[in-house]
């Protein structure tokens, strides 16, 4: 009776060693036939490692706003009038003293103006010299005017046509020459007129080639 009990109790524990191994084995093969055996077309994961695409896409067109590094300022030309020469190039004749610019009125102080004397248009003691009777600093303040040695000394009635500069060239021009009436020295209308007949523009061009009322 001992013998036939144990080998009843080892054939119990055999049977339920079986059916533990056969209830693991048993769920094992049933989640292994539950599993998807291939990837279902169309199928898509819920969401995509890296994390989702951004809302809206940036926009590659430039902005149609210039940055302020790319904006340039724009050049302001010097003002003209009366025939489209600068003050400057009129030697400042026809500007009144309180509307000179400060370098200007420095320059026109430097070789003796005074407001009056200015605006007045008065001979003063400089108008006696020759350009080369002018010192360095008397030079360079008739330069700042205006001034050089052609219009100063023969109101460039020494020059051709092809030497003198373009604006006054362009003077000349306005008041009755052209490139061969200035060379072959022709006589012109204007000639015959005095500074109070004369326009206020050829007046205007009279300062470009050196002239005013005292040289006229």
Not at 98 to 105: E, F, Q, Y
Not at 146 to 162: F, L, R, T
Request: proline residues 7%.
């Amino acid at each position: 009776p001992r013998q036939h009990r144990s080998i009843t109790m080892v054939g119990e524990k055999r049977e339920k060693t079986k059916n533990v191994f056969g209830k693991i084995f048993g769920k094992d093969e049933e989640e292994d036939s539950n599993a998807p055996t291939g990837v279902p077309a169309g199928w898509k994961p819920a969401s995509k490692p890296g994390g989702s695409k951004p809302s809206s896409k940036p926009s590659s067109e430039p902005s149609s706003e210039p940055s302020s590094s790319d904006s340039k300022p724009t050049a302001k030309s010097p003002a003209k009038k009366y025939g489209g020469f600068t003050d400057k190039e009129a030697k400042y004749m026809d500007v009144s003293w309180s509307k000179l610019p400060s370098s200007a009125r420095e320059a026109a102080e430097l070789i003796g103006f005074n407001e009056r004397q200015w605006d007045e248009h008065e001979w003063i003691d400089i108008d006696d010299y020759g350009w080369w009777d002018l010192d360095d600093d008397q030079k360079k303040a008739c330069e700042t005017l205006g001034w050089d040695h052609a219009s100063w000394d023969h109101k460039y009635e020494h020059h051709s046509w092809e030497e003198m500069p373009p604006h006054v060239q362009k003077a000349v021009e306005k008041l009755g020459w052209n490139e061969e009436k200035w060379d072959d020295d022709w006589d012109v209308p204007i000639w015959h007129k005095g500074w109070d007949e004369l326009s206020k523009e050829e007046q205007r061009c009279c300062h470009v080639m050196g002239y005013y009322v005292h040289t006229w």
